[in-house]
C-alpha cells in the first residue's frame, strides 16, 4: 500500500504539478482559481529553499504566470514542452505548427455537434477536454489518438483527468525535472514530484529513478511510492517544511 511520505526537508528539490496538486480541479481550464493562501505558501517555500521550487503543469506558461501575478518562480509549461528555469531563460521545444492546424481543422465540425467538448489551443499542444461530456470519453481520445497518428509529425496523446493532449512525443514531466536537476539551484538536491494525474507519471517515474520522493495525490494506480490525500493535504505537508525555517 502506498505510503505517507517522509517529513519534507528544505536541501529538497521540489517540483510541483498544478491542477489537483496545489488547487481543486475546475470544469473548465479557465474556471479555477489561485488562491492569495496558495501563492504565500509557494513563496515562502521558494524563499526557504533557496530557490529549489518549480511548477510543472499541463497548462501554458502565460496561464501560468498570469494565474502567479507578480509571483515568480521556475516555471514548466505544456508538459515540459515550454520551461522557465531559475535564471528567468526560456526553453521551448517547438511542435510542428502545420500538423496543429490541421487537427484544429479536423476537430471544428467536430466541436460544433458536440459542445460538451471543449478544445484549448496551449500554443504548442492541443487539449481536447471532455469534463462537461464524460460520456464522450472514449470517443474523445479515439479521436485524438486517430488525428496525432495521421498527422504522420513525432506526436503523441497524452491523457489525463478527462482531457487528451496532443503533443510532440519524447517531451514530458519527466524530462522537464531532469532538465531542471541539471542545473542550480536544484542540481545535487533530492527531488521531489507531487501530482495527482496520468501526465505526473512521467515525473514519478524519473524521481523514482533517481530515489527521489514520488508523491500521488488522490486515489488511482501509480508508479509514486508516496500518497497524500487531497490537495489540502499537499499544502499541509508543504507547510511543514516550512517548519524547519522558523
Given at each position: 500500500m502506498p505510503r505517507l511520505p517522509p517529513a519534507p526537508r528544505l536541501d529538497w528539490a521540489y517540483f510541483l504539478d498544478v491542477d489537483g496538486t496545489l488547487i481543486d480541479i475546475a470544469d473548465t481550464p479557465d474556471a479555477v482559481r489561485v488562491d492569495t493562501a496558495l501563492?504565500?505558501?509557494?513563496?515562502?517555500?521558494?524563499?526557504a529553499s533557496a530557490g529549489a521550487v518549480a511548477?510543472?503543469?499541463?497548462?501554458?506558461?502565460?496561464?501560468?504566470?498570469?494565474?502567479?501575478?507578480?509571483?515568480r518562480l521556475p516555471l514548466a509549461g505544456q508538459h515540459g514542452l515550454e520551461r522557465r528555469d531559475a535564471a528567468g531563460r526560456l526553453w521551448i521545444h517547438a511542435a510542428p505548427p502545420e500538423a496543429k492546424c490541421a487537427i484544429k481543422a479536423e476537430?471544428?465540425?467536430?466541436?460544433?455537434r458536440h459542445p460538451g467538448l471543449l478544445l484549448e489551443?496551449?500554443?504548442?499542444?492541443?487539449?481536447l477536454h471532455y469534463r462537461l461530456a464524460p460520456h464522450l470519453a472514449s470517443y474523445a481520445q479515439r479521436l485524438m489518438v486517430r488525428l496525432a497518428s495521421a498527422a504522420d509529425a513525432g506526436l503523441e496523446v497524452q491523457f489525463g483527468k478527462r482531457?487528451?493532449?496532443?503533443?510532440p512525443s519524447g517531451i514530458d514531466k519527466g524530462t522537464a525535472v531532469a532538465e531542471y536537476l541539471a542545473e542550480s539551484p536544484f542540481m545535487g538536491r533530492t527531488p521531489v514530484?507531487?501530482?495527482?494525474?496520468?501526465?505526473?507519471e512521467h515525473g514519478f517515474a524519473e524521481v523514482n529513478r533517481l530515489n527521489g520522493i514520488s508523491i500521488k495525490v488522490g486515489k488511482g494506480g501509480s508508479c509514486a511510492r508516496f500518497r497524500l490525500r487531497d490537495v489540502a493535504a499537499v499544502r499541509r505537508w508543504l507547510e511543514d517544511a516550512l517548519k524547519c525555517a522558523k
Open positions: 501563492l504565500d505558501l509557494i513563496a515562502r517555500l521558494h524563499r511548477l510543472v503543469s499541463g497548462r501554458a506558461l502565460s496561464d501560468l504566470e498570469h494565474r502567479l501575478g507578480a509571483l476537430l471544428a465540425p467536430v466541436l460544433a489551443d496551449k500554443g504548442l499542444t492541443l487539449a482531457v487528451a493532449d496532443v503533443k514530484f507531487i501530482g495527482d494525474d496520468l501526465n505526473d
